[in-house]
């Protein structure tokens, strides 16, 4: 048989033995038999209509009574479609244009009698009908893939986002988030389909922003703490992704904890920490960064550094190691071969120097030096959550 060609059989499983065998076939052959029947009459009725012709029926169907029909869902989508596209990198005109149509269209099937009948096929049968209307096949392709959990295509992943982003956002902010096992609008799914599809392609992409985006979108507020639970929702659905991925508990809290907002930014940091966790030298490397955090952990502000009341040799050299590096931008590797770098310096300072100088501006000058350092790892990890910090 060729892969993905149809035959005309069908197989059948029962209880019990084989008395009365050729009844349950024709049992079974006359209900698929209905339900082609049925299918047959379905399309060839909606085919008589474009699928844009479809979609202003989805005022008639509610989404959520405090956020609308599905046509107002489906405007929502437009609108943030076009601002995921730009965040995912969308320039050429063609294809911010098939992004368009796409999200324009992805939901008029759901008012089709085929649809209405036959639930499960919701997306495969837009996205035949929308070629079989004249549509591209590239918008055909995007509308038929919005229900899958990885989308292949790029459009198809840009109208997904948008679709489940609408969705959590704006059923967070109708107080609907989930509690314990339930959860009726399937809204762990769908922070699923938002973290998947994003790792799968391999594209960085900020989902704060997205999020943000969205909740402007909405008929009704979605605050700034509304937002952040709805990132921190989806943060705990990539965390058990990326633990199944194989990754270790503890770095996957270390990499959550700084990039939460990028899902394929976190696995693309978590490669690079797992291979310097596996080094013969990685916990010498790590006490170093720990030796500056924390002592440093417990200030309230950010000290400013006073060249002039550098007294000590040690804190000079380490100064001056650390305002090399000082302008550049880290990732995880980027980070942590600085700490290498500044290992020697940083053991030496703390081998020679008082931090807790009884001078509270020499003090704070010196505290001042080792945040400069810590702080090179905002947005790359919390090395705090590592094993053995």
Known sequence: MERGTLLPHFIAIRNGDDIGVDIVRQGNEHVLSARFTDANFFVREDLKHTLEEFRPKLAGLTFHAKLGSMLDKSNRILKLGAEVGAGLGFKDADE??????????????LVTQMVTEMTSLQGIIGGEYALRGGESKATAQAIAEQYQTVPQSKIGLTIALADRLDSLV???AAGLAPT???????????????????????????????????????????????????LDFITGRLSVVLKEMGYKHDAVEAILAEQSANPAACVWSLNQLSEWTSRDDWQTILAAFARCARITRDQKQIFPIDEKLLVEKEEEDLFAEVKIISSQPFSVQGFLKMIVKLTPAINAFFDKVLVMAEDEAVKKNRLGLLQKIVLKSKGVADFSKLDGF
């Open 170 to 172: 704006g059923l967070f």
């Open 96 to 109: 911010v244009k098939t992004l368009a149509r796409a999200a324009y269209l992805m939901k008029a099937d």
């Open 180 to 230: 314990g096992t339930k959860d009726p609008f399937g809204l762990r799914r769908a922070a699923i389909g938002v973290v998947q599809p994003l790792i799968g392609h391999k594209v960085q992409f900020n989902l704060s922003v997205a999020i943000q985006q969205s909740a402007q979108l909405q008929p009704i507020e979605a605050n700034a703490e509304t937002q952040a639970q709805v």
